[in-house]
């Protein structure tokens, strides 16, 4: 069974710049969620993918988007970069139902 | 927005020693959970307590959760080196849909275990 992979593993962007973070999801499981962590802090929901429509949002504003193909893996898109971007972005997977979700290594972002 | 608090936020002790770390949060919810995180990588799942649940045991690890109180408590008992970490609860929403799927976390309890 392959967990959740994401890529890239770190990267750097400067302000204004756009990004494209990928997570691929756990076999099996047609639901992915994103999370932004900020350091010292709990993740925070982005959005929830399910079936590749999106399926809830958290209290992001609309530069923040995302995409879910048929294979379940996903994509989570960030226009004009703000320094408090800065984060490690975290992906995980699920299957409706269970509860459980399970969560990949993480894209660790810097903004300059 | 965090849901709730963790307590303490920071917890130090030596290895075969018991730690105890406290969630609270603020609505109704379907179901709480611990995760472990290393070194800001990324999450483990642990335990997963239903609101109908007062207690559940996974190994070395008990949860309870008070839903009168909105709060939980996650207890390491026998702690090795190796549970340093940080814990996160997460609660999943009450009302089903769309918030059934997202977690809510807490700010995270730092642990450390000394050899």
């Known amino acids: 069974e392959t967990g959740v992979t994401q890529s890239p593993t770190h990267l750097i962007k400067t302000r204004g710049q756009q990004v494209t973070l990928r997570c691929s999801s756990q076999?099996?499981?047609?639901?992915v969620s994103w999370y932004q962590q900020a350091l010292g802090q709990g993740p925070q929901f982005i959005f929830q993918?399910?079936?590749?429509?999106?399926?809830g949002r958290g209290n992001f504003p609309p530069r923040f988007s995302g995409l879910q193909f048929p294979n379940y893996s996903s994509e989570l898109n960030v226009n004009a970069l703000e320094l408090d971007d800065s984060a490690l972005y975290l992906c995980?997977?699920?299957?409706?139902?269970?509860?459980?979700?399970?969560f990949g290594p993480g894209t660790r972002l810097t903004v300059l | 927005s965090q849901q709730g608090e963790e307590d303490p936020q920071a917890l130090s002790i030596q290895e075969g020693e018991n730690a105890t770390m406290n969630c609270s949060y603020k609505?109704?919810?379907?179901?709480l959970q611990w995760y472990r995180q290393n070194s800001g990588r990324g999450l483990v799942h642990l335990i997963l307590?239903?609101?109908?649940?007062r207690e559940k045991h996974s190994g070395r690890l008990r949860v309870t959760l008070d839903t009168s109180k909105k709060s939980s408590s996650l207890l390491i008992t026998a702690s090795r080196a190796a549970d340093t970490a940080s814990y996160f609860c997460?609660?999943?929403?009450?009302?089903?849909?769309?918030?059934?799927?997202?977690?809510?976390f807490g700010q995270g309890t730092i642990l450390t275990v000394h050899p």
């Open positions: 307590i239903r609101s109908n649940e």
């Open positions: 076999s099996g499981h047609n639901t």
């Open positions: 995980a997977s699920s299957t409706p139902g269970t509860g459980e979700q399970f």
């Open positions: 993918y399910y079936r590749e429509e999106e399926n």
């Open positions: 609505t109704s919810i379907n179901n």
């Open positions: 997460a609660t999943a929403g009450g009302s089903g849909g769309t918030s059934y799927g997202k977690l809510t």
